[in-house]
């Protein structure tokens, strides 16, 4: 079957320090892999899509970056973190027209 | 500009009640999602759905085309349903990307 790993669960970060946030997912090949951010008080916004290897689309303009070095692993990083980008973050998957999966979660927060 | 807005933020039901959420979308979608979010923030998919209604156990999701609207019903609601319940559309083709409602905190007393 197939499933979906995020980690960590939960992350304080200092202001300036970098970030790597992982998901993987088993049991499905060639999925569309998806990385959301959930801010206080604001709806899910999607910050980047692929829908290959090595092919990242971003919507929003940020300090954020996604890679997708493997078909079934997405990468979210930073170099240097901003209070702003404290938030919950989600990685979901989905193949043509199925709903999306979504992993657990990410809860960062920015000192 | 593509846009959900759901109604209302905040919901508050004695157990039993029937539910209705709302929600509108602005241009036209291919696939309109539920999500619930758990309190510890994990989400799950409810409903997609193009058109007509979908029923899964004591939820009902409906969507009129024309109208650009879509709502989601629960039937004798219990304190195992107190979540927020996200609306969210999907464009962009086969990317499936979706666009959010901020969603709706329901709570369900008992």
């Known amino acids: 079957s197939q499933t979906i790993h995020q980690w960590p669960a939960t992350l304080v970060q200092p202001v300036g320090s970098p970030l790597s946030l992982e998901c993987t997912v088993e049991g499905t090949s060639n999925p569309n892999l998806y990385w959301y951010r959930q801010a206080a008080g604001r709806g899910l916004q999607l910050l980047f899509y692929?829908?290959?290897?090595?092919?990242i689309s971003s919507e929003v303009p940020q300090n954020l970056s996604a890679s997708r070095p493997q078909d079934r692993q997405f990468i979210l990083s930073s170099k240097k973190l901003l209070l702003s980008d404290s938030g919950f973050y989600l990685c979901?998957?989905?193949?043509?027209?199925?709903?999306?999966?979504f992993g657990d979660g990410t809860r960062l927060s920015i000192l | 500009k593509n846009e959900v807005e759901q109604s209302p933020q905040n919901l508050t039901a004695q157990e039993g009640e029937f539910i209705t959420i709302n929600c509108s979308y602005s241009?036209?979608?291919?696939?309109l999602h539920w999500l619930q979010q758990h309190p510890g923030g994990g989400i799950v998919s409810l409903f997609m759905?193009?058109?007509g209604k979908k029923k899964h156990g004591r939820l009902i999701a409906t969507i009129n085309i024309q109208e650009k609207h879509s709502s989601l019903h629960i039937t004798a609601s219990h304190p195992r349903d107190s979540a927020v319940y996200i609306c969210?559309?999907?464009?962009?083709?086969?990317?499936?990307?979706?666009?959010f409602g901020k969603g709706t905190k329901l709570s369900v007393k008992p």
């Open positions: 969210a559309g999907e464009y962009g083709g086969s990317q499936g990307n979706l666009i």
């Open positions: 241009v036209g979608i291919s696939a």
């Open positions: 979901a998957w989905s193949t043509s027209n199925q709903p999306q999966h």
């Open positions: 692929s829908v290959g290897i090595g092919q």
């Open positions: 759905l193009s058109s």
